[in-house]
Structure formats: structure tokens, C-alpha cells
């Protein structure tokens, strides 16, 4: 997964995916700034790691003055 945030402010990209079984598996990253935005870059929550879709999978930044997640996308196998 990836993504971007309107802000320009280095922090803390996650990205989060829930299994149909409830679990919840995250992996996390430094961002990176540009000139007008922050980038999240590629995220790649390895397959080991999740359990059986369909899957909600969402995007998370973090930083000393921002905080927010995107809504949640269902994705099917």
C-alpha cells in the first residue's frame, strides 16, 4: 500500500490490515517530505502475516502535530 498526506511534516507512516477473522496486522515506516506533501511511500505488510481475507486495509500517519488514519478499504481475494 501506499500513500500520501496533505501536510508537509516528517513522521510515521502505518499500514494496517484487518483479516475476516478479526486480526490485525501493521507495518511501519519513516515519511518522507516533498515540497508540498509527506510521502508514505510503499508499504508492504508481508502475506505470512495476515490470515484469511477479505481484507479492510487502512493508512496511518503520525508525527509531533499531526495524527489520522484514512477509511478503511475492503480488498477481496
Known sequence: MSGFVAVVE???????????????????QASYEDATTTSCGTLLV???D???????????????????????VVVSP
Open 10 to 28: 516528517a513522521g510515521t507512516c502505518t499500514a494496517e490490515v484487518t483479516s475476516a477473522d478479526g486480526s490485525t496486522s501493521s507495518l511501519s
Open 46 to 48: 508481508p502475506g505470512a
Open 50 to 72: 495476515i490470515g484469511a481475507g477479505p481484507w479492510s486495509v487502512r493508512l496511518g500517519f503520525l508525527s509531533s502535530r499531526y495524527e489520522g488514519w484514512s477509511q478503511p
